[in-house]
Each structure stands twice: as C-alpha cells, then as structure tokens.
C-alpha cells in the first residue's frame, strides 16, 4: 500500500495522472453553428503548498499572470479560475466556425480534419465531432512545464534528502518519505491521488449519436478524460432543422404567384380596353 501511495505521489510531483492537477475542458455551439472552447488549468494549492509553503505566493501567481498574458496576445479572452480546492486559470475564444475550431483545440487534443465536420442541407443539417484526447500529450504543455518549473523551483528546501526513500524528479533526489510525512499532515480532507479531467459539450439539439460517460442534461454531455486508456476517443453527432428556409421559399412563391396574378389581370384589362 504505501508503494503504491509513494508511486501516486511521484505521479502527483511529476504532474502526470493527478487529482491535484484539474484539466477541464468546453465546448459550446451555438444554434448559429458559432463554436466556444475554453480549458481550465487549475492546481489543488492545500496539496502544492503543504509541500512547498511558498509555491503559492512565489512561484504559482508568477505563473498564472504569465500564462495569461501570453493567451490574451492571442486574442482569448482570460479569467481566474477558484473554487474550494483548486486554483488556476481559464481561457477561451469564441466565434470560431467548424472549419476553424480544430485549430484552437487545446494540448492534448489532437488537431485533424474530421474534428468538426458540417454537412448542411436547405433545411436539415448534420454535425459530427469527432475528437482524440492524450492527457500525456495535454501535461507536456508550456504552461502545465512553467508551473511544474516554478513549483521545483522551491522544493528542494523542503524535501531534498539523501536519506530514507528517494527518487529523481525533476533532475533533483526527493525524499518521497519526507513528501507522505507532509501529504498525511494536511489538515481536513486530504486531496486525492487520482486524475481530475473532464470535457463537456453543449450543442443546440438532442444528439443522434454520442459515448459520453455522462449526459447531463438535454443537449448537455461530458466525457472523462483521466481514464487509464489513452488516447480517449469522443464521438458526438446530432442534426439540427431550419425551417425558416422553408417558410422563405414558400413566402417568395406566394410573392411572384401574386405578382404574376396582378400582370394578367392589368394585362387583360388593358386589351379589354382596348376593343
């Protein structure tokens, strides 16, 4: 048991398949076919700072306003991210279409032609999307590593040791009794050792077709992305109906039948006349 707390917490240090680490994900589309996505990267800071006491105050802010001002120079708009645990940063961009949205997809996603596909018809439409998801690939970030980078930055002073139970991390000997000691002194609920990662996807019309583990709601489903298997694979497909095309058509039929009705009768009145 404590091997397999000790390898939990190697995972938890190295930033791989942790419940300290929080990688949620959105995606929302409108009935205008007008596409959100936004990712929250969030860190446990009663986990971190039980750790390394000066994690949030040195190294973590530093971070989060960085990450930040690289994503507003491309156009995203940015919101700190709080809640009782965790702590991080949300980003997101809005007003992309099913030909662009592939482009902005987060790390860990991959970026193919099939992502968002549109197929639309005078009045039905069909929507597929169809998404590849690594959370190995997500954790090799830029911002995942300049947290990572910011959070060693300190730990050596409270946990470096060559004595008792060690590994390297980090290219530095850790004292993984040393981090247990400090893991089981957390007062209250300690934070588990298991991945946090989710992705929700809202569409404007009841899907045709999903594997989501969860529907929340009508037109509401979420996928877990912290499953043992990797890549994780998301299918989600519905159609959508636009019947003021119809109405339009119909409406533009009506308008010419009563224009060309008008043109007979001036036209015959005209001859009448003319007799």
Same mark, same amino acid.
């Given at each position: 048991?404590?091997?397999?707390?000790?390898?939990?917490?190697?995972?938890?240090?190295?930033?791989?398949?942790?419940?300290?680490?929080?990688?949620?994900?959105?995606?929302?589309?409108?009935?205008?076919?007008?596409?959100?996505?936004?990712?929250?990267?969030?860190?446990?800071?009663?986990?971190?700072?039980?750790?390394?006491?000066?994690?949030?105050?040195?190294?973590?802010?530093?971070?989060?306003?960085?990450?930040?001002?690289?994503?507003?120079?491309?156009?995203?708009?940015?919101?700190?991210?709080?809640?009782?645990?965790?702590?991080?940063?949300?980003?997101?961009?809005?007003?992309?279409?099913?030909?662009?949205?592939?482009?902005?997809?987060?790390?860990?996603?991959?970026?193919?032609?099939?992502?968002?596909?549109?197929?639309?018809?005078?009045?039905?439409?069909?929507?597929?999307?169809?998404?590849?998801?690594?959370?190995?690939?997500?954790?090799?970030?830029?911002?995942?590593?300049?947290?990572?980078?910011?959070?060693?930055?300190? *730990?050596?002073?409270?946990?470096?040791?060559?004595?008792?139970?060690?590994?390297?991390?980090?290219?530095?000997?850790?004292?993984?009794?040393?981090?247990?000691?400090?893991?089981?002194?957390?007062?209250?609920?300690?934070?588990?050792?298991?991945?946090?990662?989710?992705?929700?996807?809202?569409?404007?019309?009841?899907?045709?077709?999903?594997?989501?583990?969860?529907?929340?709601?009508?037109?509401?489903?979420?996928?877990?992305?912290?499953?043992?298997?990797?890549?994780?694979?998301?299918? *989600?497909?519905?159609?959508?109906?636009?019947?003021?095309?119809?109405?339009?058509?119909?409406?533009?039929?009506?308008?010419?039948?009563?224009?060309?009705?008008?043109?007979?009768?001036?036209?015959?009145?005209?001859?009448?006349?003319?007799?």
């Amino acid at each position: 048991m404590k091997k397999l707390f000790l390898a939990g917490l190697v995972c938890c240090m190295t930033f791989i398949c942790t419940g300290c680490v929080k990688l949620d994900y959105n995606i929302e589309i409108s009935k205008g076919d007008r596409i959100n996505i936004s990712q929250t990267q969030a860190y446990n800071m009663k986990f971190f700072t039980a750790l390394n006491p000066a994690f949030f105050e040195d190294g973590f802010k530093k971070s989060m306003a960085t990450i930040a001002d690289n994503y507003k120079g491309l156009k995203y708009r940015t919101k700190l991210y709080n809640d009782d645990d965790f702590s991080g940063l949300t980003v997101s961009k809005d007003g992309l279409t099913f030909k662009s949205a592939k482009e902005v997809l987060p790390a860990g996603f991959r970026r193919e032609d099939d992502s968002f596909i549109a197929n639309k018809g005078f009045v039905k439409s069909s929507y597929k999307i169809h998404l590849f998801y690594d959370m190995n690939e997500a954790l090799k970030s830029p911002d995942i590593l300049a947290v990572q980078k910011d959070f060693s930055a300190g *730990l050596p002073n409270a946990v470096l040791s060559r004595r008792r139970q060690t590994r390297f991390i980090n290219n530095q000997l850790v004292d993984m009794t040393s981090i247990q000691e400090k893991y089981e002194a957390i007062e209250g609920k300690k934070p588990d050792i298991i991945p946090v990662s989710t992705l929700t996807i809202k569409i404007p019309a009841k899907a045709t077709r999903d594997n989501a583990d969860n529907v929340i709601k009508d037109k509401e489903y979420q996928w877990n992305l912290a499953t043992q298997e990797q890549p994780v694979e998301i299918i *989600l497909e519905y159609e959508t109906l636009d019947f003021s095309k119809l109405a339009a058509a119909v409406s533009l039929i009506v308008l010419l039948g009563a224009v060309l009705y008008l043109v007979q009768k001036v036209n015959k009145e005209d001859v009448v006349k003319g007799l």
